[in-house]
């Protein structure tokens, strides 16, 4: 049994007029904070200034084989920056391409080409009476919006501590009607959950009803760790190839939060069927995408490695803002029983599960503080959070000094909330 709910009616009361107190305290000071979105900071903008300055006159335009990157053609992006990113997501040259500044972009694309024209010669989405979609919850609210602006039904699958609920995703997949399932299988958004070995290979070894099934595998994070010890993720790309299911997964990634979320370099990995399928979509779509872009990119990182390097900086930045919400939760909510956490290696999310029905007040009370934090209820398809419960928080934009002010007055709401409905239970 937790502190508050072990507390008498009037110990339960005196703890409402003290948090009440200090909340107030707070509401006066009329803060202006934000922790809505995943931002990085202008401090870790910073680490990259430099790629700005590598392609220009002086330097010279030109990939290592000479082609002018100032000019139309690579489709599917310039050699360096395919073996770059093949090298990232380990795998091969030939299954990648690099396009724009945003892999949302490259998934909305793949979406509406399935439902406009179909996947691989099947028959398109659009022509069907009946579109369905599975999405792992608490998830990412932006994949979710393209299910939806697109009219297809979404089916909420449970996340466990390691990944979706596989039982009951093999179950849905038995449904034809059902043609994909969203994943952020590494530090996922929100929870910082990594996908288990059993769970990829479960994946990998599904045989849908639907022949253009896809999952859509958003390794977003793949290279965000926080810690020395970060989590492993098994390379499904290899676990459906060795099954002979290779069409089945779509990977997409970008440096959105490794350079710059507005220039950055987006890419996708994916099967010959699945990628010859894509080119064919593209040569009518685009006659290329910033080829200087992808040039910066691979001047300034070089390698894999120097990706890896330079996330290290990343992380030397990131570290102490997890470590300020993870404090404040541990040492104002640890023994309340008000709300539960996941603690992640990476990502850039700590996702807070407060009891049933306080998380739409708790923002609420935030809001009319001045904290803004990622609306109740975007965490599941349609805004709609069964159970009233999940809260994101986004710690990388707000300097340290407001964050540790965001989290206190976060910890005070939560508190609060679920004191006060204890007390008029």
């Known amino acids: 049994m937790s502190s508050l709910q072990a507390m008498s009616k009037q110990e339960l009361t005196q703890r409402v007029t003290a948090l009440r107190e200090e909340y107030e305290g707070y509401k006066a000071r009329g803060l202006s904070l934000d922790m809505s979105r995943g931002k990085p900071s202008a401090e870790q903008l910073d680490l990259t200034n430099g790629l700005l300055d590598c392609v220009n006159a002086r330097t010279g335009f030109c990939t290592d084989a000479g082609f002018d990157t100032r000019n139309y053609g690579l489709l599917d992006g310039t050699p360096e920056a395919k073996a770059l990113f093949a090298e990232l997501l380990d795998v091969p040259t030939d299954n990648v391409v690099v396009a724009g500044n945003s892999s949302l972009n490259l998934m909305f694309d793949y979406i509406a080409q399935a439902v406009s024209t179909g996947l691989c010669g099947n028959t398109p989405w659009g022509q069907l009476s009946e579109v369905k979609f599975l999405c792992p919850v608490p998830g990412y609210d932006r994949h979710f919006a393209i299910t939806e602006h697109f009219g297809i039904s979404m089916i909420t ?195 807070v599960e407060l009891q049933n029905g306080c998380a739409k007040e708790t923002v609420r009370l935030l809001k009319e503080a001045g904290v803004v934090i990622t609306p109740a209820g975007a965490t599941y398809p349609y805004g709609q959070d069964p159970n009233d419960s999940v809260l994101r928080i986004a710690p990388s934009y707000p300097p340290l000094s407001e964050l540790e002010i965001a989290m206190e007055l976060f910890c005070i709401c939560a508190e609060l909330v679920y004191a006060e409905k204890l007390l008029n239970a």
């Open 157 to 351: 699958v449970p996340m466990t501590e390691n990944g979706p609920d596989m039982d009951m995703v093999e179950e849905l997949v038995k449904d034809p009607a059902v043609k994909g399932m969203w994943c952020v299988p590494m530090y996922s958004n929100p929870q910082g959950i990594t996908y288990s070995d059993e769970t990829v290979r479960r994946l990998a070894n599904m045989v849908p009803a639907a022949p253009d099934f896809r999952i859509m595998w958003d390794n977003a994070y793949c290279i965000h760790h926080l810690t020395d010890t970060p989590d492993t993720l098994l390379n499904i790309f290899d676990e459906v190839h060795a099954v002979g299911h290779d069409d089945m997964v779509v990977i997409f990634a970008s440096t959105s939060k490794v350079s710059f979320p507005g220039a950055g370099v987006a890419v996708l990995a994916a099967s010959k069927a699945n990628i010859a399928d894509i080119k064919r979509r593209l040569t009518v779509q685009t006659i290329g995408h910033d080829k200087i872009n992808m040039l910066r990119h691979t001047r300034f990182f070089g390698n894999a490695e120097g990706v890896h390097q330079h996330m290290k900086l990343h992380a030397a930045v990131l570290r102490p803002k997890f470590d300020v919400v993870l404090s404040a939760l541990e040492n104002r909510l640890g023994d309340t029983g008000a709300a539960r956490w996941h603690t992640p290696n990476g990502g850039y999310f700590v996702s």
